[in-house]
């Protein structure tokens, strides 16, 4: 079991930027592939990056993708959103997510909300205009 704790949101401008973080204690960090998820008010909880296990590869929804960036550092048991040229339509809760993947040997991320067990409480990100 791993348990996640998400910091870093805030309001800013439009097209200003964010760093999210996400750390993780309990089990081996480098064992979950990771995920950033978000909610809109209204809406229902959407896909917006994800990591491997090793960092060797990302995934990035198309509304967000070449201005955010996931990254993780796997000895400080943390996961980052880097998020650039923040949009108002930005404006949600942030969640990361961990998906254990060490037991299946799986290295690549995923999309799916489903697959991932472990859930943070979520940081709010609220971007003026």
């Known amino acids: 079991q791993v348990q996640l704790v998400e910091s870093g949101g805030g309001l800013v401008q439009a097209g200003g930027s964010l760093r999210l973080s996400c750390v993780a204690s309990g089990r081996t960090f480098s064992s979950y592939v990771m995920g950033w998820f978000r909610q809109a008010p209204g809406k229902e909880r959407e896909f917006e990056a994800a990591?491997?296990?090793?960092?060797?590869?990302?995934d990035y929804a198309d509304s967000v993708n070449g201005r955010f960036t996931i990254s993780r550092d796997n000895a400080k048991n943390t996961v980052y959103l880097q998020m650039n040229s923040l949009k108002p339509e930005d404006t949600a809760v942030y969640y990361c997510a961990a998906l254990y993947a060490r037991g299946s040997g799986r290295d690549y991320p995923s999309r799916e909300l489903k697959e991932y067990r472990y859930w943070g409480q979520g940081t709010q990100v609220t971007v003026s205009s």
């Open positions: 990591i491997s296990r090793s960092s060797s590869s990302t």
